[in-house]
């Protein structure tokens, strides 16, 4: 056993770690006994994506990452279904690696449970204006977008959507790209949506549509205001009534000073802000994106504050794969290892400590 701290989604802890057979590594809500030697660092679940592309990344690559759920927020409807519902596994040690049954030591160790692969829930595709954004875009898959001519097209994509099981509706206000959708029928879309409990998550991007979308309804920006400075009464408003997916490290020049000010003063209002990174969206992991935390710290969010946005599984749940935080820092988390515990009555050793991913 190793005396632990552990985040168990909202804050900082004091746990066990210990070894159960059948199961691998488990987190234990109970004081350590006096002597317990001390694991340092954080232990956590792996973390939530709230904004990615799967149809733009190599995603069978999710399964080796310290991701345990994402959101995808446009693609096409039947290929995000099929993957969200794939029954794959991957071991929970090593990003995926099969983990040695005998260790070096000669030690018995217990084979470790299979994880399944991450959480998706998905929106389906970008609902936007006729002729909107992405609507013209070659990177945008066949099926990822639709366009919606009227409100009886809404009510009926709205509704086919929840029968598919999505987890939430992506809309788009892209006024710097093209036509956006009128205030009736942005409000009709989360309208349908609200009585099926789908939060609206809408890509606002252009001058007042970050206002003008939760003012009609959106719940949740899908990347926080990047188009301009809101002013402190805008900012109040937004951390009243919507939450934001972070994205702040897509942007850079004007856009990237003005998201880090936006989201400095939204989380000081009390604003909810969500990890998100646009998966897809250039060169970006598959897995956690350390640029983004860093975009994070910029804006003053950092310790718990940063781990809450992460949203990580509960490491006390038996069916979570268990990250290691080095002096509680997830740009540098690793999946626990047997190393990281003691298994029998001798003295340990001190672990090597795996190399941390890195960014490609």
């Not at 909107?132 to 366009?147: I, L």
């Amino acid at each position: 056993m190793r005396a632990v701290t552990f985040f168990d989604g909202t804050a900082l802890r004091e746990g066990l770690l210990s070894w159960a057979p059948g199961r691998g590594p488990v987190v234990v809500d109970a004081p350590a006994p006096a002597g317990t030697p001390r694991l340092d660092g954080v232990i956590t679940g792996r973390f939530t994506d709230h904004h990615v592309h799967l149809q733009l990344v190599d995603h069978t690559r999710l399964a080796a990452s310290r991701l345990g759920r994402v959101t995808d927020l446009g693609a096409d409807l039947d290929w995000i279904r099929a993957v969200a519902q794939r029954p794959g596994v991957h071991n929970s040690g090593e990003f995926g690696a099969k983990r040695p049954e005998t260790p070096a030591d000669g030690r018995n160790r217990p084979d470790v449970p299979e994880k399944r692969t991450p959480q998706v829930e998905y929106a389906g595709p970008f609902l936007t204006a006729v002729g909107g954004y992405p609507s013209d875009r070659e990177w945008a898959p066949a099926g990822s977008v639709r366009e919606i001519a009227d409100a009886d097209d809404a009510a009926t994509v709205v509704a086919a959507l929840a029968s598919a099981g999505a987890a939430c509706v992506k809309v788009v206000a892209n006024s710097d790209a093209g036509p956006v959708l009128g205030d009736d029928l942005f409000r009709a879309i989360a309208q349908h949506a609200a009585a099926r409990g789908l939060p609206l998550v809408a890509h606002a991007e252009g001058a007042g549509q970050a206002m003008r979308a939760i003012r009609l309804g959106a719940a949740r920006l899908a990347h926080a205001p990047f188009t301009e400075r809101l002013t402190d009464d805008e900012i109040g408003e937004q951390a009243a009534t919507a939450e934001w997916i972070s994205t702040m490290a897509v942007h850079d020049g004007d856009a990237y000073q003005n998201v880090v000010d936006n989201v400095r003063r939204f989380h000081a209002a009390g604003g909810r802000v969500l990890y998100g990174t646009d998966m897809g969206n250039g060169p970006t992991p598959v897995d956690v994106r350390n640029s983004e935390i860093a975009a994070l710290r910029a804006a003053g969010i950092d310790g718990a504050d940063l781990l809450c946005t992460m949203a990580p599984e509960d490491p006390r749940d038996a069916a979570s794969a268990l990250l290691l935080l080095p002096d509680g820092d997830p740009s540098r988390s690793r999946p626990l290892t047997p190393e990281d515990l003691t298994f029998d009555d001798r003295t340990p050793t001190t672990p090597k400590t795996p190399k941390t991913p890195t960014e490609p």
